[in-house]
């Protein structure tokens, strides 16, 4: 059986002021999968436009951004017409539980810490992608 252009184009968003991270973690996934399409963004604002523009499969959130923080993006995400299927793993370099329940309350998929493994974010995404090849499968 062979995994149809559907799994290979998986759009994913990588959301996080930390330009050296947001390299790292997309020369990561283009590692593991080149087919998959990557944008990144440093700052709410500009999450929100390539969310609206491209419409990714998986969001890489930070909480802790400029402007915009990634709980409202994540609350606008959730809030979209597509957003009830976009897979969101939120990521934060903050030690407050609290986090954690809100960001998911909000419709994150998954919460990691900082500093994250990126291994750990490679199988999240990997996940997501089985599960996008299952969705559009059946």
């Given at each position: 059986?062979?995994?149809?252009?559907?799994?290979?184009?998986?759009?994913?968003?990588?959301?996080?002021?930390?330009?050296?991270?947001?390299?790292?973690?997309?020369?990561?996934?283009?590692?593991?999968?080149?087919?998959?399409?990557?944008?990144?963004?440093h700052d709410g604002?500009?999450?929100?436009?390539?969310?609206?523009?491209?419409?990714?499969?998986?969001?890489?959130?930070?909480?802790?951004?400029?402007?915009?923080?990634?709980?409202?993006?994540?609350?606008?995400?959730?809030?979209?017409?597509?957003?009830?299927?976009?897979?969101?793993?939120?990521?934060?370099?903050?030690?407050?539980?609290?986090?954690?329940?809100?960001?998911?309350?909000?419709?994150?998929?998954?919460?990691?810490?900082?500093?994250?493994?990126?291994?750990?974010?490679?199988?999240?995404?990997?996940?997501?992608?089985?599960?996008?090849?299952?969705?559009?499968?059946?």
């Amino acid at each position: 059986i062979s995994v149809g252009s559907e799994a290979e184009s998986l759009r994913i968003l990588i959301v996080d002021d930390e330009k050296n991270f947001t390299e790292l973690i997309r020369d990561i996934l283009l590692l593991d999968n080149p087919e998959y399409e990557i944008e990144i963004a440093h700052d709410g604002f500009r999450a929100g436009l390539l969310y609206a523009n491209n419409k990714p499969d998986v969001v890489l959130l930070d909480l802790m951004l400029p402007g915009v923080d990634g709980f409202e993006v994540c609350r606008q995400i959730k809030q979209s017409n597509s957003g009830g299927k976009t897979v969101i793993i939120a990521i934060t370099g903050l030690d407050d539980p609290t986090h954690k329940e809100r960001i998911m309350t909000l419709g994150a998929s998954h919460f990691l810490q900082k500093p994250a493994d990126t291994s750990v974010i490679r199988d999240l995404v990997r996940q997501a992608t089985a599960a996008r090849v299952a969705d559009t499968s059946s």
